[in-house]
Nanobody
Framework: QVQLVESGGGLVQAGGSLRLSCVAS????????MGWYRQAPGKQRELVAD???????NYADSVKGRFTISRDNAKNTVYLQMNSLKPEDTAVYYC?????????WGQGTLVTVSS
């Protein structure tokens, strides 16, 4: 059974940086598409960024140029480097794994950006 465990969230001032990590248990990590989503209070969950098994990345317009997604297949880990954080980036950030028709979510990590 695949499990995703996120870490790295916290409180940061506007303009600051955080790096989120997500470690996946189980096999098939290197052939999975990994993604980061976020959900702010009162809003729907939205895609922040994802990365395919081949390394192709995709970003929400709101984070382009500020966030970078990367993966380390040897460590079964996906990262989200977040720079120039804004108060509107405040949300619970969730790690996601997609493989064929299977989808797994992490428990989420809270990011709070103060103004």
């Amino acid at each position: 059974q695949v499990q995703l465990v996120e870490s790295g969230g916290g409180l940061v001032q506007a303009g600051g940086s955080l790096r989120l990590s997500c470690v996946a248990s189980g096999s098939m990590f290197r052939v999975s598409t990994m993604g980061w989503y976020r959900q702010a209070p009162g809003k729907q969950r939205e895609l922040v960024a994802d990365i395919t098994s081949g390394g192709t990345t995709n970003y929400a317009d709101s984070v382009k140029g500020r966030f970078t997604i990367s993966r380390d297949n040897a460590k079964n880990t996906v990262y989200l480097q977040m720079n120039s954080l804004k108060p509107e980036d405040t949300a619970v950030y969730y790690c996601n794994r997609k493989l064929l028709y299977l989808e797994v979510w992490g428990q989420g990590t809270l990011v709070t950006v103060s103004s």
